[in-house]
């Protein structure tokens, strides 16, 4: 079975400053990993997913995550966090035995403050 | 194109009532599923659907809830009768298959409040 933690429910970090959200997974099988985000009252929009290849994954709005096999983690980052990354982020891993289905973390509420 | 379309978006009733939450996936898209988000339990799919045909039920929390799928551009969940517990907020996901894994994209979704 799959599994996602997501350390730290709540993050906060000045604008400007490095944005750091760790994620590690558990999967029995080679895994895929995305990152979700969800700006209040909306629904989750993609940040970034990893597959195969190149362990360094770009995403949308400056995101970056790192795939590290060896620390079952995909910790996202950002170099200089903005007022509107404010938001809620998720963590989510699939793999190919149940590609259709993705099982969240609980999510890490990131606030930037001035 | 969109995107996923939920209604109502939010929904207030009363305990015991009949509850129905529509979906309209992205056109062209074959899969769709449900979730369920709660402060408590977080993130949890109740359902999935391909070309239609439910896959995968297991999420379902029990007998008083329901989920169709009648044709590729529309989906619904029920829940009767309906419970203080069932309060959250219900996403529909449509996604594409093409090629593993599938970027699934969320509606805006269904905020529901039962008193």
């Known amino acids: 079975a799959q599994s996602v933690t997501q350390l730290g429910s709540h993050v906060s970090v000045s604008e400007g400053a490095l944005v750091l959200l760790r994620c590690n997974y558990s999967?029995?099988?080679?895994?895929?990993l995305f990152w979700y985000v969800q700006y209040p009252n909306q629904g989750l929009q993609l940040l970034l997913k990893?597959?195969?290849?190149?362990?360094l994954v770009k995403g949308i709005n400056g995101f970056e995550a790192e795939f590290k096999k060896s620390e079952t983690s995909f910790h996202l980052t950002k170099p200089s966090a903005h007022m509107s990354d404010a938001a809620e982020y998720f963590c989510a891993v699939s793999d190919l035995s149940s590609a259709r289905q993705l099982t969240f973390g609980s999510g890490t509420q990131l606030t930037v403050l001035p | 194109d969109a995107g996923v379309i939920q209604s109502p978006r939010h929904e207030v009733t009363e305990m015991g009532q009949e509850v129905t939450l529509r979906c309209k996936p992205i056109?062209?898209?074959?899969?769709l599923f449900w979730y369920r988000q709660t402060m408590m339990r977080g993130l949890e799919l109740l359902i999935y659907f391909n070309n239609n045909v439910p896959i995968d039920d297991s999420g379902m929390p029990e007998d008083r809830f329901s989920a169709k799928m009648p044709n590729a551009s529309f989906s619904t969940l029920k829940i009767q009768p309906s419970e203080p517990r069932d309060s959250a907020v219900y996403f529909c996901?449509?996604?594409?298959?093409?090629?593993?894994?599938?970027?699934?994209?969320f509606g805006p979704g269904t905020r529901l409040t039962v008193l």
């Open positions: 996901a449509s996604s594409l298959r093409e090629g593993l894994p599938d970027t699934q994209y």
């Open positions: 999967s029995s099988v080679p895994p895929y």
């Open positions: 990893y597959t195969t290849g190149a362990t």
């Open positions: 056109s062209g898209h074959d899969y």
